[in-house]
């Protein structure tokens, strides 16, 4: 089993409908990341946390929010969602070190029609 | 501010040809990390290879090469006798501050 998994791992919706991506890890990291990736965008930031009760704005974090439910687990919502929110969504982790190594799950392909 | 270059959009090269990759980056901070991560058509990211800011030993592992200056705030990544597995979109990326940024990516195709 993979040590950082997202589920759903692909997801058609429509405009305004309210989207959760979760993301939960099995590494024992407190750190956990959700990037979003765009064709020639690279991965952008758009909430990170370091701890349960730390939640940290991005790059990118206009309409989407962020749950830090446990130390294991950490959801993306998209309350309205639109078409511009298309893109394929990563979640990471890393450990207390500050080596910046992520660990990273095998990302959620979301499309909003 | 911190910011990560990658100039180069796509690079086609014939199988066993070499390739480098430009990455050139930004910081303040004295200390810092850089990583290069693999993206395979499969979509998940790989690391590949992790350098801090003391250290500008070139480092080669296998076809694999980094070359880290600090002086021109660039670390670059080249393959060796390219293969076709070796197709896929590679991202530069900089940790400091508690943060990691990522270059806009570089998608390199080997044709056989």
């Known amino acids: 089993d993979a040590d950082v998994t997202q589920t759903p791992r692909n997801r058609i919706t429509k405009t305004g409908k309210r989207i959760m991506l979760e993301c939960s890890q099995t590494k024992g990291h407190d750190r956990m990341y959700w990037y979003r990736q765009d064709p020639g965008l690279g991965l952008r930031l758009i909430y990170y946390s370091f701890d349960v009760k730390d939640i940290n704005k991005g790059e990118i974090s206009d309409g989407y929010s962020v749950s830090r439910q446990a130390q294991a687990k950490f959801s993306l919502s998209l309350e309205s969602a639109i078409p511009n929110q298309t893109a394929l969504y990563f979640c990471a982790t890393s450990d207390f070190t500050d080596t910046g190594e992520l660990f990273f799950g095998e990302g959620s392909r979301l499309t909003v029609l | 501010a911190q910011k990560v270059t990658q100039a180069q959009t796509e690079i086609s090269v014939v199988e066993k040809e070499d390739v480098t990759l430009d990455c050139v980056y930004e910081t303040r901070d004295t200390t810092y990390y850089l990583f290069w991560y693999k993206q395979p058509p499969s979509g998940e990211l790989v690391f590949l290879i992790r350098?801090?800011?003391?250290?500008?030993q070139n480092e080669i592992s296998g076809r694999y090469s980094w070359n880290f200056q600090k002086s021109t705030s660039s670390f670059n990544f080249t393959i060796t006798a390219s293969q076709v597995v070796d197709s896929a979109v590679y991202f530069c990326a900089l940790t400091g501050g508690f943060k990691t940024i990522f270059g806009a990516g570089t998608r390199l195709f080997v044709k056989a």
């Open positions: 350098r801090n800011s003391f250290d500008e």
